[in-house]
C-alpha cells in the first residue's frame, strides 16, 4: 500500500501515522521528495481500510498495491482448488459442462433434458427453481417443487445438480442440491454470502454485471473466510454500452482470475449472449482460453421453455457443441 | 409491442401466433411487406413476456414500445407521489434533504450530528447500522445496536430517520425507522423487494450500479405490487470508465424519472462522488434539477468516521450547502 | 511514479533502474520490504514512458501518482485562464452561453436564430458547416457555404462565431471563425490537434465518448504544447449502459476539472441528452454546479431541422432559460 | 422502420406524413389502437433519416429494425468477402495471421522481427510508422522513415506489410503499403474514412473503443461507398468498468459482425488487453470463435521495445502460439 501526503505535512501527524501504521503491523518506508512525500507499507495491509488512511487531514491519496483478498488468493495458496462434486472434479486440469434447462418447468421436461444432456456427456445438471426475473409479473419458478423434480432427474440419471439461491433463509431447501449458485444479482449480496460460507457445500459464484474481477475474488473472500473453500467462479457477461448482445462476455476474466486466485473458473456463454447462436463460439472460445468448465442452457423444446428460450440449445446442438469442446480441449491455454 | 416476422412467414404459424395475442387481451395488427412482416400489439403488453414470443421460429424480433412498469407509471398515475414521513413532506413539490453519518458509531457521534443536521434544516436523519462493505475484514455496522442509537437521537431531535436494511430476516429489528433503505446492491434483491411490498413504510430505493432507469422502476414495481406504494427513487452513481470519481453521478436521471413515473427523485452526492469537494457543487446541480430531496453524508469528525470519511461534510460545510440549496430551489426545473 | 519491483529483483538490475532514473533528473527512493521492493520517484516525471519501465524484466507494476500533463495543470498554473473572445470573456468567473442551430442550412435560418439567441443574453452563436454522421448517407452540412452563411449572421449580430473542424486541411476556411471547435469523435485526433496547437485562436474541445477526464486533458495538452493556450474543455455526455438518454452527462467533470486544470469547463447540455426536453434541466445542473459556459442547440423550426432536430430549442424556451440560468448563477458553486 | 405516434394524433398531420414516407419510397402501415397508433414503414429505409421523423410533432418515438447499412450488409451480399493482399487471402475460409512489433525502430529491428515471423507461419508483416500516443510527449514513430524500413523488411521477406495511417493528407506516403489500417481512435474520423474510399487497396478498420457493432459497420459503410469494398473489421477491445485488462475484448463481436455482414474479421488481442501472458489465451479463443485472423505484435526485445513492450510476445512465445492456433483452427466455429 502506497500513502501520498500532502506538501509540506505536519512533522508530528506524519509520526503519529507511522507509528499507527507499525501498530497494525505494517512496516511504513518514508520517500521524502521536495514535492511530494511517499509512505510505502509493507507486510499484510489486507485488513488495513484505505478509506479510514484517505480521510486524514496530511493524506493525499492511497493506492493498494497488494490484493485485498487472503482465501482466494494464488500468492498465498499456489495450488489449483479442485473441487469434487459427487465424484465429479472441476479445476486443476478437470474440466466439466453443467448443462440444463433455465426454469425447471415439469418431470417431464427436467428428465428428458437430464438424459439428453448426460447422453452428450454433460457432467452436472443445471436447473432453476427460485428465477430472478426483472418483471414481478414474469414467471419466477416452481421453487421448492422445482428442487424435488431435479432431484427426481438426479435420481434418474445420476448427475450432481446445480441450482441458484435467491435468499439465505432458503438455505434447507438446498440440503440435497450439490452446487449452490450465487447469481450475478446477488453477487454481493453479502448476508447470502455469509450464511454459504457456514455451508460446506460448492458455490457457483456468478459475477454482478457491473463488478470488476476485484469484487468478484472479495465475494468469493467473504465465503472462504466463513470455512467453506469450495468456491467457483462464473463470468457471465458484463454491462456495456454494446446492446447486439444481451451482455458482453468477459474472457479475458478466465486468464486473469487464473492468475490472481486458485480457485477453478467457469464460463456461461448462455445468459452473456442471450442467443443461441452466439452459445457455441462463445463456448469454443472460453474453452480454447482455458475455463475450467462451461455452464449451458439446453431446452428439449425452446421454442416454448417458460423463459429464455432464444438463449437455450437444442440436445442436437449440444452434441455437436460437446464433441467440438472435446477436440479443442487439449490446446486449450493454461 | 411489436414484433418482427423472418421472411415468408408460415401463415398458419402466423394465425396461431395472432390468436394467442387475442388470448392475452392484446390485439395485433399486421402489416404485411415485401420483405418483411410486422404486427403490432395494441393494448396492455404489461404481462406479456417477450422472451417467449422471441424464441418462436417465425419471430425475427420483438420491441417493446410500451414501459413493462405500471404501478409506477406515471401514464396511469398522474398526479405525483407525495411521501409523508412523520409529518415531513417529499414530492410533489415539497422538498427534503437527509443528512447524517454514513455508520452509526456511537450514542455521542449520532446525537451530535443530528442536532447540527437538524439546526442547518435536515429534515430527516440518516445513518448506516449495517452496512454492505467490499471486503469481509472491514467494519459492517453496529447492527441492532445502531438501531437504538439511531431511534435515541431521533427521541432527542424529533428527526424521522432512514437506514440501509440488508436482508429480509432483519425487517422486525426496522419497526420503528420511519425510511427503510435498500442499497444499490440489492436493487434486484427480489427476495427483499417482495418482503417490503408486504409492509406499508416508506422504502428509499437506491439504484444499482449497472442498473438502467427502466430496471429501477421495475424494481419499484416489485414493491408495488405488494401493496406498499410508498417508494422514494435515489440515484447515486453508476458505474462508467471514469475512474476520477468513484461513480458517475447521473443527473438526468432526474427528469427522466420525473416523466416515467410519478413516485419522487432523492440524489445522494456523497456516494456517487466519493470526495466531500464534489458533494457541493453535485448536491446544487441536484437541486437545479429538480429533485425532491438529497441524501448526504455529514459527520463530526469526517477524518477519524469508521466507514466513508473522505467524503462527508463538516457541519459547518453541510451548512453552507444549505443555504444554497435553499436560495437555488425557487429556480429549480420541474 | 512508484515503481514496484517483483520479488527478490537482481542487484545489478536495480542498480542500473536507479541510475537510469536518475539520468531522466528524476530521484528514486527505494524501499527494501521482505515482499515486496517499492521505488518511489520525486520530480516531474511527464516524460517519463510508464510503458518502457513496465516491460522491464524486474518491475512488477508501476503507477502514476503525478498526473501527466503539465501546460494545462493547475499546479503549475494556479490562475485561471481567462479566454476572449473579440471581448467576449470565458473563464475566471465569466460566464458564457452558445447558442444555434445544429446545422447551418440557410441564410435566413441562420441569421433569424442568430438574432432571437442575441435577444435573449447568448454571448456566442454555434453553427455547424461540417457535420459529422455515423451514416455516410445522413446530410453532412454546407461545408465551406455554412462557414460564410455563419460569417454573415456574425457581421449582422456582432456576437462571434464557434464551429466545428473535421480535418487538418480545412483550417484555412476557418481563418475568420472566432472559436474552432473540435468534436468528441475527434478529441483523439492527434494530427488534427498538432495543426491547432500551431495557430493563435480559441479551440472548445469536445471530450470523446469514452474518454476519461486525464484523456481530455492530455488531448489540451497536445493543443498547448504548441504554444495554443487558449483552450475550452467541453463536455458532452459519456457513452454508459443507460440508453434512455442517448449519453450520460458527467456533471462531476466540472468541479473535477476546475481542480487539475485551469481552463474553463463548458457543458452541452443538447447533446448528452439528444432530447429538448432534457436539455432546460441538465443546463440549470450545469450552472448550479459552476460551468464557465453552456453551448446549446436553438432551432427557429425544431421540427423541420436538418438534424437533431429532437434536442433543439425553440428561441421561447431558450428564452425561459437563460432567465433561469441568471437566476441561479450568484448561488453556483467554484 | 416503426414509426410510433403521441395519443390521438391529427388526422391531416398523419395524412402528410404516409404521403411523405410514400415520396420516400418506403410504403406506410398504419395500425390504429386505442392507445396508440403505429406506422410500419416497409422498403429501403437506410436513407430515411430518424432524427428527421422524431422531431415531429404527431411522433413519439422511431425505431429502425433494419440495419442502416447497406454495402456493408450481408442480406445484400450473402457471400463471404475474400480480400487478396499479394496473394494473401483473408475471409471466406482464408485465414491468416498479421504479426510484427507496435512501433518499427530500426532496420535491424524490423528485419529480424519479420523473419521470425514468417518463419512461425505470419503471413503478414504488422509495424507502425505513426504511433497515436495519449501523450504528446511520448515516442510517436518514425513515420516516413518507418514507411521505408517496412518497405525494406517487405522486400527481404516477401511478406504484405500493414501500417497505422493517421490523417488523410499522408496518403501518398501510403502507396506501396499492402493495407491501410486506421486505428480505434480514427474509426469516426468521416474524413479520412472518405478518402480511403476512394483508394483500391485494403483498408483494417479497428473498433473505436466505445463503438457499438453497427458503427463500426456505418464507418465500414463510409469507405464502401466510395467504392473501396476491401475491408476488413477489427475487434481490439472496448472501454468498460473493469481495470484489471486494458480493454475488454468482445469476442461475441466474430459471429456477430459474420452474421450481419459478409466482410472478413481480424481480432487483435495485443491492444486489447495490454499484457503479453493474456496475448496467448485471448488469441486462441479468437480462433476458436471463428475469427478470419489475428493481429499480433512480436518484439525481438520487449524489454527495450519504445511503446507497448509489456504486451508485445517474444519470437518464441509466438512460435508457440502458432502452433496451438493451426490445431484449433479445424474446430473453429463457423
Redesign the interface.
Same mark, same amino acid.
Given at each position: 500500500m %502506497?500513502v %501520498?501526503l500532502k506538501k509540506n505535512p505536519d512533522k508530528n501527524q506524519m509520526d503519529s501515522l507511522t507509528n499507527w501504521f507499525r501498530s497494525l503491523g505494517v512496516?511504513p518506508?518514508v520517500?521524502?521528495? #521536495?514535492?511530494?512525500t %511517499?509512505i510505502?507499507l509493507? $507486510?499484510d495491509t489486507?485488513?488495513v481500510?484505505m478509506?479510514?488512511i484517505?480521510?486524514?487531514?496530511i493524506v493525499e491519496?492511497v493506492?493498494r498495491? @497488494?490484493e485485498?483478498f487472503k482465501n482466494a488468493n494464488r500468492k498465498f495458496h499456489p495450488e489449483d482448488t479442485v473441487i469434487d462434486v459427487g465424484g465429479v472434479k472441476i479445476g486443476g486440469g478437470h474440466f466439466a459442462v453443467m448443462a440444463g434447462p433455465c426454469s425447471v418447468e415439469s418431470e417431464e421436461q427436467i428428465c428428458a433434458v437430464a438424459q439428453a444432456v448426460k447422453a452428450s456427456g454433460a457432467q452436472v445438471l443445471r436447473g432453476g427453481a427460485f428465477k *430472478?426475473?426483472?418483471?414481478?409479473?414474469?414467471?419466477q419458478g416452481l421453487h421448492g417443487d422445482g428442487i424435488k423434480l431435479l432431484l427426481r432427474a438426479k435420481e434418474l440419471t445420476g448427475l450432481p445438480i446445480v441450482s441458484e439461491i435467491?435468499? /439465505? !433463509?432458503h438455505i434447507p431447501l438446498f440440503e440435497d442440491v450439490d452446487i449452490i449458485q450465487v447469481g450475478a444479482? &446477488?453477487m454481493? &449480496?453479502?448476508?447470502?454470502l +455469509?450464511q454459504l460460507g457456514q455451508l460446506r457445500k460448492p458455490v457457483l459464484l456468478k459475477r $454482478?454485471? =457491473?463488478n470488476?474481477?476485484?469484487?468478484l475474488l472479495?465475494s468469493a473472500?467473504?465465503i472462504m /473466510?466463513g470455512g467453506n473453500d469450495q468456491v467457483m467462479l462464473c463470468e457471465r457477461g458484463?454491462?456495456?454500452?454494446?446492446?447486439?448482445?444481451r451482455n458482453?462476455?468477459?474472457?479475458?476474466a478466465? *486468464?486473469?482470475l487464473h !492468475?490472481l486466485s486458485h480457485l477453478p473458473v467457469i464460463i456461461d456463454p448462455s445468459h452473456?449472449?442471450g442467443s443461441a +447462436?452466439?452459445v @457455441?463460439?462463445?463456448a469454443? =472460445?472460453?474453452? =480454447?482460453? $482455458?475455463a475450467d468448465g462451461l455452464i449451458i442452457e439446453v431446452h428439449n423444446d425452446?421454442?416454448?421453455?417458460?423463459?429464455? $428460450? *432464444?438463449q #437455450?440449445l437444442t440436445p442436437a446442438d449440444f452434441d455437436t457443441l460437446m464433441h +467440438?469442446v472435446e =477436440? %479443442?480441449r *487439449?490446446? /486449450?491455454?493454461r
Open positions: %502506497i %501520498i512496516e518506508h520517500s521524502v521528495g #521536495s514535492h511530494q %511517499i510505502g509493507v $507486510g489486507s485488513r481500510d478509506d479510514v484517505r480521510a486524514m487531514d491519496d493506492r498495491i @497488494q485485498p *430472478p426475473r426483472t418483471s414481478p409479473y414474469a414467471f435467491m435468499d /439465505a !433463509s444479482r &446477488n454481493q &449480496n453479502f448476508e447470502l +455469509k $454482478g454485471l =457491473a470488476t474481477l476485484q469484487e472479495m473472500e467473504y /473466510a458484463i454491462r456495456t454500452f454494446e446492446t447486439y448482445t458482453t462476455l468477459d474472457l479475458s478466465i *486468464p486473469v !492468475s452473456a449472449t +447462436k452466439l @457455441q463460439p462463445m469454443l =472460445a472460453a474453452t =480454447a482460453a $482455458g425452446p421454442a416454448h421453455a417458460l423463459c429464455d $428460450g *432464444p #437455450s +467440438k =477436440a %479443442i *487439449p490446446y /486449450a491455454e
